[in-house]
Antibody, heavy 120, light 110 residues
Framework: QVQLQESGPGLVKPSETLSLTCVVSGYSISSGYYWVWIRQPPGKGLEWIGS???????YYNPSLKSRVTISVDTSKNQFSLKLSSVTAADTAVYYCAGEYDILTGQLDYWGQGTLVTVSS | QSALTQPASVSGSPGQSITISCTGT?????????VSWYQQYPGKAPKLMIYDVSKRPSGVSNRFSGSKSGNTASLTISGLQAEDEADYYCSSYTSSSTLVFGGGTKLTVL
């Protein structure tokens, strides 16, 4: 079965760059699907960060676009998120997910999520 | 982009039916048949319950159904069960080529 697992530092200092990786198992990232990052601040709702296809095509949330980079490494079957110049407002559980068709919301597969806290 | 509008909370008794609304605009919900619904238990990742307005993924109970009228999409849960108590989120494709979520609805089974 398809599994996604996020990894990365749980604590990031303000103004630094948040970096997370999502390893996909049970499915070749090059076979299709779009790969997505979503976050959820504590006690709040979901926010789409951005999506990437294995070809490297990306789509970003306009409110985060200037600070976000999503990349894919097909050789390692994983994709990554970098969010620069973080502040306390970026504290959230970050989820990676697999979407059947771009931006349709058909998010069939989800990682368990990883909490990232921005604090000095 | 503005979040889609959902009621903060809804409640119902076991066996009853409830409906959660998700209101957007003609640039998102009203303009495309790409509305999805997710169920989320505390501390867990969301689970896809409905996609393309009314389609159910394999394994999702047929007690869950989706529909859309104009700029408002709806999730209906029939034969409410205690296990349905969770947070529910909608999402939609937008004309700006982005994905937008609703603010979420807490369902309480009385």
């Amino acid at each position: 079965q398809v599994q996604l697992q996020e990894s990365g530092p749980g604590l990031v200092k303000p103004s630094e760059t948040l970096s997370l990786t999502c390893v996909v198992s049970g499915y070749s990232i090059s076979s299709g699907y779009y790969w997505v990052w979503i976050r959820q601040p504590p006690g709040k709702g979901l926010e789409w960060i951005g999506s990437i296809y294995h070809s490297g095509s990306t789509y970003y949330n306009p409110s985060l676009k200037s600070r976000v980079t999503i990349s894919v490494d097909t050789s390692k079957n994983q994709f990554s998120l970098k969010l620069s110049s973080v502040t306390a407002a970026d504290t959230a559980v970050y989820y990676c997910a697999g979407e059947y068709d771009i931006l349709t919301g058909q998010l069939d597969y989800w990682g368990q999520g990883t909490l990232v806290t921005v604090s000095s | 982009q503005s979040a889609l509008t959902q009621p903060a909370s809804v409640s119902g008794s076991p066996g009853q039916s409830i409906t959660i609304s998700c209101t957007g605009t003609s640039s998102d919900v009203g303009g495309y048949n790409y509305v999805s619904w997710y169920q989320q238990y505390p501390g867990k990742a969301p689970k896809l319950m409905i996609y393309d307005v009314s389609k159910r993924p394999s394994g999702v109970s047929n007690r869950f159904s989706g529909s859309k009228s104009g700029n408002t999409a709806s999730l209906t849960i029939s034969g409410l069960q205690a296990e349905d108590e969770a947070d529910y989120y909608c999402s939609s494709y937008t004309s700006s080529s982005t994905l937008v979520f609703g603010g979420g609805t807490k369902l309480t089974v009385l």
